[in-house]
T-cell receptor
Framework: KNEVEQSPQNLTAQEGEFITINCSYSVGISALHWLQQHPGGGIVSLFMLSSGKKKHGRLIATINIQEKHSSLHITASHPRDSAVYICAVSQGAQKLVFGQGTRLTINP | ETGVTQSPTHLIKTRGQQVTLRCSSQSGHNTVSWYQQALGQGPQFIFQYYREEENGRGNFPPRFSGLQFPNYSSELNVNALELDDSALYLC?????????????FGPGTRLTVL
């Protein structure tokens, strides 16, 4: 079993829909990260969370430390939101442990 | 814009060959981490370099090795390539040792082993 699990693996929606991507982890963490990866491969950091909730534009990330669960929400989704969204956790020093990613496709 | 660059963008090698991938860190960053991302999977930590010394390693065999130079650019070397080494290789630089939450990712090098 992977230490970081995401669901769904693939998600297709229509423009304007509210999107939720889930992440569960099984290890102790110092922080949880949501990252966005476009087809070219480069990764951009969206959020880093250790508790509560963060909002940036149409993106909202929440984390429940007790339940070891985080969600990434996208409001009023747009085709340019189409990308792979990756959840990763920091386990102390040195490295990030990544989930397998959720491929999001928003159709116009 | 992160300022982390990688070269080459794409590379094709055959089994048994050796490959060197390069990463130029963002200005002011003295720590670099390398990750391997197989198709459809999340990245896996290979190793990290801090001030030219290896500073942590994931579950990768010794044929994966690295270097960090005084200007904080970095190389990933893979010897005796295997088909399963085909992947996107990402480097990420950070201004602070042991703080993965400050990492900035490069665009990656896609390696295909035939």
């Amino acid at each position: 079993k992977n230490e970081v699990e995401q669901s769904p693996q693939n998600l297709t929606a229509q423009e304007g829909e509210f999107i939720t991507i889930n992440c569960s982890y099984s290890v102790g963490i110092s922080a949880l990260h949501w990252l966005q990866q476009h087809p070219g491969g480069g990764i951009v950091s969206l959020f880093m969370l250790s508790s509560g909730k963060k909002k940036h534009g149409r993106l909202i990330a929440t984390i429940n430390i007790q339940e070891k669960h985080s969600s990434l929400h996208i409001t009023a989704s747009h085709p340019r939101d189409s990308a792979v969204y990756i959840c990763a956790v920091s386990q102390g020093a040195q490295k990030l442990v990544f989930g397998q990613g959720t491929r999001l496709t928003i159709n116009p | 814009e992160t300022g982390v660059t990688q070269s080459p963008t794409h590379l094709i090698k055959t089994r048994g060959q050796q490959v060197t991938l390069r990463c130029s860190s963002q200005s002011g960053h003295n720590t670099v981490s390398w990750y391997q991302q197989a198709l459809g999977q999340g990245p896996q930590f290979i190793f990290q370099y801090y001030r030219e010394e290896e500073n942590g390693r994931g579950n990768f065999p010794p044929r994966f090795s690295g270097l960090q130079f005084p200007n904080y650019s970095s190389e990933l070397n893979v010897n005796a390539l295997e088909l399963d080494d085909s992947a996107l290789y990402l480097c990420a630089s950070s201004p602070i040792e042991n703080r993965p939450d400050t990492q900035y990712f490069g665009p990656g090098t896609r390696l295909t082993v035939l």
